[in-house]
């Protein structure tokens, strides 16, 4: 598959979920490796709120 293939499927996805889509590719394992806390129901939540930063690196 190519880039713009992808690109063009991913844009598809998005715009079928309403304008916004959220995936899901080893999130938690790589926000743990930072140092966030993920022992809660709600952890990704919380780690947008209290280390935004982290979705960075």
């Not at 690109?7 to 938690?28: I, P, Q, R």
């Amino acid at each position: 598959m190519g880039f713009e293939k992808g690109a063009s499927l991913l844009e598809d996805l998005t715009e079928k979920a309403g304008g916004c889509a959220v995936m899901d590719g080893g999130f938690a394992t790589q926000f743990e490796s930072h140092g966030a806390s993920i022992n809660f129901k709600v952890w990704s939540a919380l780690c947008l709120i209290k280390d935004p930063h982290l979705i960075k690196q």
